[in-house]
């Protein structure tokens, strides 16, 4: 299968290439968005929040596979929270360091070699927006914002404190916040970041419910702009250049998905969906017209067109989607990659919204693909409800490893109660490793040089539902037994 | 998942998006309907059959998000955890259910007997099946053919879950088949035993028990009608749908009388509710309410206020007008006690068929202990 993919991959890609050059309207958009090895702009590696980005760095010795665990405290966690940010990893000076938030208010610095900490920040609320990394002026800056509604820049190599910007001033009701990834991009020859953030008080006398998203300069926190646009909490916004303009593309709960001007912040456009949204929107670049892909808790991944907001097409999904798409550039072609709710990851085809693959979980997909190109594949690695995190090819849809990083840390969990972190991939000296902060209250990092756990042959679902059936049965007769013996005749 | 049509006519409804919130605008119009109707005592059952045909297609057409029998209770656990964090979503998730809850005080658990498309296809059924049958029976008597057809609708079902499921992966809807398999388990026992019928109807509390307790423990159970109540479309929800639906073959209106979780809550309000339904005792036990009660909730002139589904097709049926839809709540006790004194004291007897007076005797006979209702 391998070999044919690889075959059919390199013959598609050569007759596309003409086609790409030629057509590609999203051709150059990165450019103004590029990162190096030194930046993780964005919550999936690049602004375009596609998710593609191949993270590697040839410095240091060989990683090892560990687990960390910041502290044994686990009663500040409540029910429908998270557990940790989506990681983000850079090289801070000669070193690589991989960044991550979680609940207990701390941001951590961790040595992705070793799983060491190498320093912790502690803020006043949760840390669940990823932070970004950026070098300003020659210093490696970390962004991110805490639950206390203030957002950070520290210095990534010691975790100092450079600036803090509080976005609503503390009263005595005023409630958490919901502060978004960040996203760091370059507006006019300089680097500013970019957050979305919701902040309620639910008080009588200053009732408040506001989502902005505002622009701040990366060296000093100057404001650049600032601009409301929902009242519902936002998700991550993506970032792109159409037609010479940055592009701001953010949706909310309240099922609207935003189309804001880099420049001024002014609404560009809206477009409505039929449930609330919680993924973020990726930027799909090189299709025509080019593609915002959002997924909704109605089930649907609708593509949008990113110049007005009109809905080139939708894909039914049979759960909610929460899982934010991931776009994947294979022999030419572009693909769409998502999770669902209904147990299923499914691959599109991002120029029709056709059924590439689809792969089964056993749990529900909440979390975001990663997609990355290691030894000449495509692969990705996604997890599920089911306590897994599967490694799958990204061509075929094919299982390639599975692992088990853990069990939820607290006893039960309703379906889509909150938004859990999604992996990350890096190569660090030739090897692929895969960084994942799971619901177990632990960062994994999972070599995939190792075989993790033997794939078993599935027993048909079939019977093991006539199982389930033939238990109801038991069980409704029971309470029959018991409802005849103690009712009067 | 693919393979079913999407029937849903507005293709961006039932949000409180954009300042409108279609769902809840509908069931204000369908309940505000049913009530006006209820008030009408010509034709009423005809009005109630047309008010069941417009929510069917209300259902079909038009409401789109969970608003199942489960949904319903498990939209109130979500929208009160959303209170003051999301207020939006709060009064989605609220709107609903707390509107059914509100009429369900004024006017009992209306919603079962005349607009829940769970009933109506029900009551189909069971309507189809009665044509053909010289002796109208509710509960089918436990001769060999009806056993025996439920035995190989039983098999059926079983190859439909073996066959079905096996080329697939799991769904979270796949729970909802489990609750008809209770159904079928039932049924069996309710044509055995029809005269232990009446434990059975245990199951509807042990029903909305197991729910709550799954909803606090967050473990995913379906309802059994998804299929029809809302954009869901798998293999599981229609198969379980479908079970439901021929089980009135059997047992007129199986699931309403012995599952329904939140069939129970609402007929819960028929006893505080404001409009009640109460018997004279000129009744003469003729039996003819019995006869067109679908959810055997009433018998001779008794009514099992707690199976009640307000169909009013008992107050309809009784050709001596003895069973009255009345204002109950207007008439406090306090209020009326110097009337039931003067009831009591006077020789002569007032028309019985006026229900403040049949209040009054309630009040007055209720306080020597003797039985009226």
Redesign the interface.
């Known amino acids: 299968m391998a070999g044919s993919a690889g075959w059919r991959a390199s013959a598609l890609s050569a007759l596309s290439a003409v086609v790409l050059c030629v057509a590609c309207p999203g051709k150059g958009v990165g450019d103004a968005l590029e990162s190096s090895p030194k930046e993780w702009p964005s919550f999936r590696g690049s602004p375009l929040n596609d998710a593609s980005r191949s993270f590697r760095v040839s410095a240091g010795d060989e990683p090892r596979e560990w687990t960390f665990k910041p502290s044994s405290w686990t009663w500040g966690y409540r029910p429908g929270t998270g557990v940790w940010s989506s990681p983000s990893i850079g090289k801070v000076g000669d070193r690589v360091v991989l960044f991550v938030g979680s609940y207990d208010k701390n941001l951590y610095a961790i040595d992705p070699f070793t799983g060491e900490e190498l320093w912790r920040y502690t803020t006043g609320g949760e840390v669940f927006s990823t932070p970004a990394l950026a070098e300003v002026n020659g210093q490696s800056l970390l962004f991110f914002g805490s639950a206390e509604r203030i957002l950070y820049a520290l210095d990534a190599a010691n975790g100092n404190k450079v600036w803090a910007y509080q976005i609503v001033d503390w009263r005595y009701t005023v409630g958490e916040s919901y502060v978004s990834s960040p996203a760091v991009l370059s507006l006019s020859g300089r680097k500013v970041v970019l957050f979305c953030w919701w902040a309620h008080d639910a008080s009588f006398a200053q009732p408040l419910e506001t989502t902005e998203a505002l622009l701040l300069d990366c060296a000093d926190g100057q404001r650049v702009w600032q601009q409301p646009f929902s009242k519902s909490p936002p998700s991550s916004p993506c970032v792109a250049v159409i037609e010479g303009r940055a592009r701001i593309f953010v949706s909310a709960r309240d099922g609207n998905t935003y189309c804001l001007d880099g420049e001024t912040g002014q609404l560009l456009w809206k477009d409505t969906s039929r449930g609330e949204i919680v993924s973020s929107p990726a930027f799909a670049a090189h299709v025509n017209p080019p593609l915002v892909l959002v997924g909704s808790r109605y089930g649907e991944l609708r593509a949008l067109d990113a110049r007005d907001g009109s809905q080139v097409w939708v894909f039914k999904a049979g759960h909610w989607i929460d899982s934010s798409p991931g776009v994947v550039e294979m022999a030419g072609k572009s693909f769409v990659i998502f999770g669902s709710h209904d147990q299923a990851v499914y691959c599109l085809n991002a120029r029709s919204g056709g059924v590439r693959w689809t792969f089964f979980t056993k749990g529900d997909v909440y979390s975001s693909p990663t997609v990355f190109d290691a030894d000449h594949r495509t692969l990705l690695a996604i997890a599920s409800g089911d306590d897994y995190l599967y490694l799958l090819d990204a061509w075929s849809g094919r299982e390639l490893q599975r692992y088990r990083p853990g069990r939820f840390l607290w006893g039960y969990r309703v379906v889509g109660d909150s938004i859990w972190s999604s992996p990350i991939a890096a190569s660090l000296n030739g090897q692929w490793m895969i960084f994942a902060p799971f619901y177990d209250g632990r960062v994994h990092a999972f070599s995939l040089a190792e075989p993790k756990e033997m794939l078993k042959s599935h027993s048909s679902y079939g019977e093991v539902m006539l199982l389930k059936v033939a238990l109801t049965a038991v069980g409704t007769l029971l309470v029959i037994g018991i409802l005849f013996r103690f009712s009067p005749r | 998942?693919?393979g079913f049509v999407?029937w849903k006519l507005i293709?961006?409804?039932l949000?409180p998006?954009?300042e409108s919130y279609v769902e809840l605008a509908a069931f204000l119009a369908i309940f505000l309907l049913t009530l006006l109707c209820s008030a009408i005592r010509r034709h009423r059952q005809f009005w109630r059959h047309v008010i069941q045909g417009v929510s069917l297609l209300l259902f079909f057409f038009v409401i789109?998000?969970c608003v199942g029998v489960f949904g319903l209770i498990r939209n109130v656990f979500d929208g009160a955890?959303l209170i003051?964090?999301?207020?939006?979503?709060a009064f989605y998730l609220l709107g609903v259910s707390v509107l059914i809850l509100s009429v369900g005080f004024h006017s009992g658990a209306v919603f079962c007997g005349w607009i829940c498309p769970t009933g109506t296809l029900q009551e189909l059924v069971s309507k189809v099946r009665r044509l053909f049958q010289t002796k109208k029976r509710y509960i089918l008597p436990a001769g060999s053919a009806p056993l025996a057809a439920l035995a190989a609708a039983t098999l059926l079902f079983?190859w439909a879950?073996?066959?079905?499921?096996?080329?697939?992966?799991?769904?979270?809807e796949?729970s909802a088949?489990?609750w008809a398999?209770?159904l079928?388990?039932?049924l069996s026992?309710a044509i055995l035993?029809p005269?232990?019928e009446?434990?059975?109807k245990?199951?509807r509390a042990?029903s909305l028990g197991l729910i709550v307790f799954s909803i606090l423990?967050?473990?995913?159970v379906y309802s059994p009608v998804h299929f029809v109540f809302c954009n869901?479309h798998?293999r599981a929800s229609l198969l379980s749908t479908l079970v439901v639906m021929l089980s009135s073959i059997w047992v007129a209106r199986a699931w309403c009388r012995y599952l329904c979780p939140f069939g129970y809550v609402c007929s819960q309000l028929n006893r505080v509710a404001l409009r009640r339904i109460i018997v004279s005792e000129e009744c003469t036990r003729c039996g003819r309410c019995g006869e067109v009660c679908e959810v055997g909730a009433i018998e001779k002139g008794k009514i099992d206020q707690a199976a009640c589904s307000m169909c009013l097709a008992c107050v309809d049926a009784c050709p001596l007008d003895c069973i009255r839809y009345v204002n109950f709540g207007s008439f406090s006790k306090r209020a009326f006690r110097p009337a039931a004194d003067a009831y009591r004291s006077s020789p002569r007897r007032p028309d019985s068929r006026d229900p403040t007076f049949l209040l009054l005797k309630k009040e007055a006979k209720g306080m020597s202990g003797e039985k009226v209702f």
């Open positions: 998942m693919t999407n293709p961006r409804t949000i998006f954009q789109s998000s955890s003051g964090k999301d207020d939006l979503n079983l879950i073996y066959d079905g499921f096996s080329s697939r992966r799991p769904f979270p796949d088949v489990l398999v209770s079928i388990v039932i026992f035993f005269r232990r009446g434990a059975l245990t199951f042990i423990l967050g473990i995913s869901v798998d």
